[in-house]
């Protein structure tokens, strides 16, 4: 870490060199556990079955989307699609 931020990578800044790495990635862990989970499984955006679309950019997605795919038949077959302009 303290060669990145030497080098001016923008997410390891000088910081990392005066300050403890280690007490930087406890801060705030519940929160950002909490975000990491909500995003493991739908990702960006979800089209449901119905064709409605929701993304990342509305407020509540994460619940919304995850509340979806648990809802969910157990045998449902969920597809992840990379795309891209």
Do not use: I, K
């Amino acid at each position: 870490m303290a060669q990145r931020a030497v080098a001016g990578d923008p997410f390891f800044d000088t910081s990392f060199l005066l300050n403890d790495p280690v007490a930087y990635f406890a801060q705030e862990h519940e929160e950002a556990r909490r975000r990491s989970v909500q995003c493991a499984v739908p990702g960006f955006a979800l089209v449901t079955l119905d064709g409605a679309w929701t993304d990342a950019d509305n407020d509540g997605y994460g619940e919304q989307a995850n509340d979806c795919l648990d809802s969910l038949h157990p045998e449902a077959v969920v597809v992840d699609l990379l795309c891209h302009n």
